[in-house]
């Protein structure tokens, strides 16, 4: 008992680059649910909306598609997977029921994306904390096996848009994203996204779990790291332009929306793995202003996400339908990152946890 009330006092070593990358995670998932705030749902799947853009809000959605979406999901379901291992690891020392205690906090977890989904849709942290009982059925397997099954289920997901495009046309998928009543078609299109948002965000949990086994979120060394990085980058980055040109070329047909995302979905796995290992390595190497802020941030990402959520929602209710192009909506998330990044800093100076990760421990 001795023993254990003193290495329960040591803090385990924190991997600093884990929050560097949930920080930015936080960061990029922004971009994406800020076209839902500010413009409307549809626009963040038909990149051609509204129709009174401009080429350059054409061109920014375009680049988000190709490099955002999806990929910083798939960052933060990666970094949410290894970390469900990291705490189990971590309170094993703490309490002779580590499991218990991970399972009680994801009921939390449970009730605050409850909570987030009242006052928003798009709410993500509902399907993580229900994703967290597959994640504590294999928890004791091995890396290669976490790996394997993650991305069996993660592209398992394209099943599903081979089986829902016949089905698809413009007035169903309006009503869907619009979350207006309809028929049966509408409530399989429902279940479509939610299956295909659960397979996917699972499937990337399951693979970061099997990369923190593996030891390999601790590589930050090894020089072949950054020549991967960047090529899984490039390859992703050009199998998602391809979906993006089809899609264009197919005059944002309701079908070829559906089946143009397949190729971003192929991409995503290997652009966020890319992201993840640049972190590392950029975490491990650089130290100052900003690297500093961004890690607050990620120490603080349930605050800041529930934040960017209210803090949205208020002003989208002050400004005019309409009022806000895709550019200016990349002004006022630039706005909200410095706001954050400054914040989350400041107030980690005074207190040990976020306010939000206080509440929840």
């Known amino acids: 008992v001795k023993h254990k009330m003193m290495t329960s006092s040591i803090p385990k070593e924190r991997i600093t680059h884990l929050d560097t990358a949930r920080g930015l995670a936080v960061m990029g998932i922004l971009l994406i649910n800020s076209i839902s705030f500010f413009i409307d749902g549809l626009a963040v799947y038909q990149i051609n909306r509204p129709e009174s853009q401009s080429r350059l809000d054409w061109w920014i959605a375009a680049f988000g598609e190709v490099f955002v979406d999806q990929k910083f999901m798939g960052l933060f379901s990666l970094l949410f997977g290894a970390s469900f291992l990291l705490f189990l690891e971590r309170v094993q020392d703490q309490t002779e029921r580590p499991a218990i205690l991970s399972l009680w906090r994801n009921v939390l977890l449970l009730a605050i994306g409850i909570f987030h989904g009242a006052l928003w849709p798009g709410d993500i942290l509902f399907i993580y904390a229900t994703c967290v009982p597959i994640l504590f059925l294999f928890r004791h397997a091995s890396w290669r096996f976490l790996c394997l099954l993650g991305l069996l289920l993660y592209y398992g997901s394209t099943i599903f848009s081979f089986w829902m495009t016949p089905h698809l046309n413009g007035e169903l998928l309006e009503s869907l994203i619009r979350t207006?009543?309809?028929?049966?078609?509408?409530?399989?299109?429902?279940?479509f996204f939610i299956a295909d948002t659960y397979f996917r965000a699972v499937g990337m949990m399951l693979v970061g779990m099997g990369l923190y086994r593996n030891g390999w979120l601790k590589r930050t060394g090894d020089a072949n790291l950054r020549v991967f990085a960047w090529g899984a980058i490039v390859l992703g980055a050009?199998?998602?332009?391809?979906?993006?040109?089809?899609v264009d070329v197919q005059d944002y047909a309701p079908q070829a929306l559906l089946m143009g995302n397949v190729p971003n979905t192929f991409a995503t796995p290997w652009v966020s793995l890319g992201?993840?290992?640049?972190?590392?390595?950029?975490?491990a190497a650089a130290e100052g202003i900003w690297v500093e802020r961004i890690r607050s941030m990620g120490r603080m990402a349930l605050?800041?996400?529930?934040?960017?959520?209210?803090?949205?929602?208020?002003?989208a209710a002050l400004l005019p339908p309409g009022f806000t192009s895709r550019s200016g909506v990349l002004v006022t998330v630039v706005v909200i990152w410095v706001l954050q990044l400054?914040?989350?800093?400041?107030?980690l100076t005074r207190y040990r946890l976020g306010p939000i990760e206080w509440l929840w421990r």
Do not use: R
């Not at 207006?180 to 279940?191: C, F, I, N, R, V």
């Not at 992201?275 to 975490?283: A, E, G, N, R, V």
């Not at 605050?303 to 002003?315: A, D, E, K, M, V």
């Open 180 to 191: 207006t009543p309809g028929s049966e078609a509408a409530d399989l299109m429902g279940a």
């Open 238 to 246: 050009l199998i998602s332009g391809c979906g993006v040109f089809w």
């Open 275 to 283: 992201y993840l290992t640049l972190i590392m390595i950029w975490d």
């Open 303 to 315: 605050t800041n996400y529930l934040g960017q959520t209210l803090f949205c929602l208020s002003l």
């Open 342 to 347: 400054f914040g989350s800093h400041a107030w």
